[in-house]
């Protein structure tokens, strides 16, 4: 969340070790805007997948490449399972259609079951059924939740050549990983992470210097990193400094 202060509410849950290898987390926002009043979320969105339940819908997002929002209108909650790759090739054959985009899935049942639960206990009936309906990743999707979760934890990865090297793999065995995992090139991975620790560091330390940020996280100079700051958010760093 660019600005996290203005959300209503927002709950983040820990998948269940049964389904760890499937979901990364679930999300749950509630809101009650004023009538005639909104509320917009800005989001860096993960390089990933969703699987949101929101009223009697069900939508699968695919992975962004841009800054995205949300105009949250009126009374309302929804459930989002933020998806491990080896999830997605059970809901898309190729996620890298959907990015910057959703499509409806047709799962009324999971629907059934996330409203009788409620916001509270949503999350514990999405990981049920997703439990049920998820056949067990297969070593290659696991391996892909691997490269996934070593860009983004490992903070020293800033080329593709050091996360497939890091994997043990070669580079066009990441990309395919990433390709039919991700729906990204295994390099946008890496911007993403990086532009969100940067946005990150923004809010939670005003004082820290553009010059020593961009070092710190691998840019080549403050200038590359306005410069993808800008591409991406559509921001100024400084403007999101003030703002946020």
Known sequence: MLYPARLPTLARVAAPPAIAQLVRWFWVPQWEIQPGRSSRQHVIPFPAC????EGAAVELAGPSTLASYRDLRGTGWAVGALLRPAAVPHFTADPGALRDRSTVVDAPDLVAVVREAGPEAAPDAFAEWLAATVPPPSREALLANEMAGLIDADHEIRTVEDAAGRLGVSV?????LAARYVGLPPLAMIRRRRLQEAAARLRADPSVTLADMAADLGYSDHAHL??????????????????S
Request: net charge positive.
């Open 172 to 176: 066009r065995t990441l990309q395919r």
């Open 226 to 243: 306005a410069n993808e700051f800008r591409t991406v958010l559509g921001l100024t760093l400084g403007s999101y400094r003030r703002s």
């Open 50 to 53: 969703n699987l949101v339940v």
